[in-house]
C-alpha cells in the first residue's frame, strides 16, 4: 500500500520547503520536489498545509500511581488523545515503588501499555530506590531499550533521592552511556515552607505555588549540574519552569557540560494566576514546579530559542477535578500533582510560532527532531526523509480552533486551557503508514503502537 502527501510544505529543523512525500507501508519511500514522486495507492492533497514529522512527547504518565490515586489516562486514551494533536510517539515513565526491582517495574510498565497504545511508545526509568540490585539493573534497562533514568530531588518520602543516592545513580549512568534525568526541585526545603504554610491556616492551591519558591528550582538545578559535572554523567532537567533553573543549565551549556532541558507549555502560557483562581479552581492548576509568575515566560521563549532549552514535553498528568483534586481540598498539599496536556503541545506551540516567539524549524526541533535524538530515536523518528518510519502530521496552518474540554479527547473533566483560542489544527495523521486521524475523525486502534526500543541520547559528547 502507497500513499502520495503531494503539494504540501514539508517542515525540518531547517524550515518550510515545497515538496512531496512518498510512503510505502510502514515507512516514508521518498522526498521529492512536487509532481516528481507516484503515482500512489492513494493521494492526500496537503496544498496549503504543513507536513511535518509527528510529535514526540518524551514526558507522560499514564495511568501513574500518586498521591494516592492515579492518573486518570490509560495508555489507551493518552494515546489516542496525543494522535488527535499530532503526536506519534509517546515516552512514558515507569515508576520504580521503593522495595521493588527496575525490571519487575519494566514488566509492569509493559503489561500496561503493550497492546493497548494508539501510537508508538517507549519508557524512561524512575529510580526512587537506589541500591546495589537497582544500580546493577539500570545496564538491563538499557539493554531493554530504556536508557533515560528520572531521579528526584522532590518528594521527600516518596520518590526523593538523597545526593549520595542522585551520585551513585550518576556514576552508574556515566559508566554504562546512560541519561539521568532530573526532577530539580529543593524537596527537603519545600516541605519545611509547606508546613509552616499549613499551620498558619494557609491551606488553599495558591499555597503550593508560594511554598515552591523558584530559587528553590535554581538551587536543585544547579546542584544537579554539579553532581553531573563531579561524575561525569549526562544530565537532563525535566520540566524546567523558572528563569533561575535555567540560568544554571545556560551557564553549563556554555562550559560544554552534557546538560540539556525541557520546558513544557503550562509554563509557557499558564502562570500563578491560574493557581490562585477561587473556589478551589486553581487545584486545576497544581503540578510541580508550580507556575510561575508570568515574568518568567519570556526567558523560557528565549531559552527554546538559544536551545539551552532543546525540548518540549507536557508532563500529562491528569486528575480529575471533581474527585481527584478534591482530596486536597483542606489541604493544598494533598492535592495530586499534574497537569493535562498531551493532546495540545503541537496547537500550543504552534502559537509561538504565530505569535514570533518560533522559527517553524524550531517547532519540528523542539517538538519532534530534538526528543527522538536525545532518546535515541533518530532516524526512525524526528524527521520525514526515506527510511524513517511513516510518522506523518499534516497540519492547518490558518485553521482556527478553541481548547475546551468538551471537544478534547483526554479523559479528564477539565481543560488546563479552557477557551484558549488557537490558530493552526491538525487535519491527518499518519502513525507508521496508518492514518490514524482524518479530518473526519479518529480511525486509529488502540492495538497498532508498538514499543520502542530506544538506543542512547545522541547528542553525547
Ligand atoms: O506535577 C507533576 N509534575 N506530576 C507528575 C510527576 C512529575 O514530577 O513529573
Ligand atoms: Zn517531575
Ligand atoms: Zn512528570
Ligand atoms: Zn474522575
Not at 493557581?275 to 507556575?291: H, I, M, N, R
Request: charged share 20%; glycine share 10%; aromatic share 8%.
Amino acid at each position: 500500500m502507497t500513499t502520495l502527501i503531494s503539494g504540501g510544505q514539508v517542515l525540518s529543523t531547517a524550515g518550510a520547503s515545497a515538496a512531496d512525500v512518498l510512503v510505502d507501508g510502514e515507512t516514508i519511500a521518498a522526498v521529492g520536489a512536487p509532481g516528481t514522486l507516484g503515482p500512489a495507492d492513494e493521494t492526500i492533497d496537503a496544498t496549503g498545509k504543513y507536513v511535518l514529522p509527528g510529535g514526540i512527547d518524551a514526558h507522560t504518565h499514564m495511568e501513574m500511581p500518586f498521591g494516592g490515586t492515579h492518573s486518570v489516562d490509560t495508555f489507551g486514551t493518552g494515546t489516542t488523545a496525543a494522535a488527535w494533536g499530532g503526536t506519534t510517539t509517546i515516552i512514558d515513565f515507569a515508576v520504580q515503588a521503593k522495595g521493588t526491582s527496575l525490571l519487575s517495574t519494566m514488566d509492569k510498565w509493559h503489561a500496561k501499555a503493550d497492546g493497548n497504545c494508539a501510537i508508538d511508545y517507549g519508557f524512561h526509568m524512575i529510580v526512587s530506590d537506589v541500591n546495589d540490585s537497582s544500580l546493577k539493573e539500570m545496564q538491563a534497562c538499557v539493554d531493554g531499550g530504556v536508557g533515560s533514568f528520572k531521579m528526584f530531588m522532590a518528594y521527600p518520602g516518596v520518590f526523593y533521592s538523597t545526593d549520595g543516592e542522585i551520585l551513585l545513580a550518576m556514576q552508574k549512568a556515566r559508566e554504562i552511556g546512560a541519561t539521568i534525568m532530573m526532577h530539580a526541585e529543593n524537596g527537603i526545603a519545600i516541605d519545611q515552607l509547606a508546613v509552616q504554610a499549613f499551620a498558619a491556616g494557609k491551606i488553599d492551591p495558591v499555597q503550593h505555588g508560594l511554598t515552591r519558591p523558584p530559587e528553590l528550582e535554581g538551587e536543585a538545578t544547579s546542584r544537579a549540574i554539579q553532581l553531573a559535572k563531579v561524575t561525569g554523567a549526562p544530565l537532563y532537567i525535566v520540566h524546567l519552569s523558572a528563569s533561575q533553573a535555567l540560568a544554571a543549565v545556560a551557564e553549563a551549556r556554555d562550559d560544554g557540560q552534557n546538560v540539556f532541558a525541557e520546558t513544557c507549555p503550562q509554563y509557557l502560557y499558564l502562570s500563578i494566576e491560574d493557581l490562585a483562581k477561587p473556589d478551589f479552581e486553581g487545584s486545576k492548576y497544581v503540578a510541580s514546579p508550580p507556575l510561575r509568575e508570568k515574568s518568567h515566560q519570556a526567558d523560557l521563549w528565549r531559552g527554546l530559542r538559544t536551545n539551552d532549552l532543546s525540548v518540549v514535553s507536557t508532563d500529562h498528568c491528569p486528575f480529575c477535578f471533581k474527585d481527584q483534586k478534591e482530596l486536597g481540598r483542606g489541604d493544598f498539599r494533598a492535592i495530586p500533582n499534574g497537569i493535562p496536556g498531551v493532546e495540545h503541545r503541537m496547537d500550543l506551540l504552534h502559537q509561538g510560532v504565530v505569535a514570533g516567539e518560533l522559527t517553524l524549524g524550531r517547532w519540528v526541533e523542539t517538538c519532534s527532531t530534538t526528543p527522538a535524538r536525545m532518546f535515541g530515536l533518530y532516524p526512525r523518528k524526528g524527521v520525514i526523509a526515506a527510511g524513517s518510519d511513516a510518522d506523518i502530521v499534516i497540519y492547518d496552518p490558518a485553521a482556527k480552533q478553541t481548547l475546551s474540554v468538551e471537544t478534547h479527547h483526554m479523559n479528564v473533566d477539565y481543560s488546563a486551557y479552557e477557551g484558549l483560542e488557537i490558530t493552526g489544527k491538525v487535519e491527518t495523521v499518519l502513525s507508521r503508514g496508518r492514518v490514524v486521524v482524518t479530518p473526519s475523525g479518529f480511525s486509529g486502534s488502540t492495538t497498532h503502537g508498538k514499543f520502542l526500543s530506544r538506543d542512547l541520547n545522541q547528542y553525547l559528547n
